[in-house]
Nanobody, 127 residues
Framework: QSHLVESGGGLVQPGGSLRLSCTPSSRFPLDNYAVGWFRQAPGKEREGVSCITTSGGITNYVDSVKGRFTISRGDAKNTVSLQMNSLKPEDTGVYYC???????????????????WGQGTQVTVSS
């Protein structure tokens, strides 16, 4: 059973927007964890897209999404959203949220540094 649940994926035209959300299942204390978003395109490795520290004070983005994506925590810090604007076909993939107890993992995102994962949500950018 996944501790995290992603939502908000879908089909969107190039230039469009989507907002992904990551929420905890049951009583998982997401507010105690740094959270990262990863994505995996068909035939490619899973890559880190963005992350946010436990407090929400530090965020990081992979170069390809800087200026287009914004990660944020809700007021209770128990949800994490990824606002994706100006979407491109190369943004297509399955997006996963993941949690880690270490804020140090919110830098260059390494898959093995994250302990808890959601099932993923599909994002397709196509005309």
């Amino acid at each position: 059973q996944s501790h995290l649940v992603e939502s908000g994926g879908g089909l969107v035209q190039p230039g469009g927007s989507l907002r992904l959300s990551c929420t905890p299942s049951s009583r998982f204390p997401l507010d105690n964890y740094a959270v990262g978003w990863f994505r995996q395109a068909p035939g490619k490795e899973r890559e880190g897209v963005s992350c946010i520290t436990t407090s929400g004070g530090i965020t990081n983005y992979v170069d390809s999404v800087k200026g287009r994506f914004t990660i944020s925590r809700g007021d209770a810090k128990n949800t994490v959203s990824l606002q994706m604007n100006s979407l491109k076909p190369e943004d297509t993939g399955v997006y996963y949220c993941a949690a880690t107890y270490s804020d140090n993992a919110c830098g260059p995102q390494v898959r093995d540094d994250y302990d808890y994962w959601g099932q993923g949500t599909q994002v397709t950018v196509s005309s």
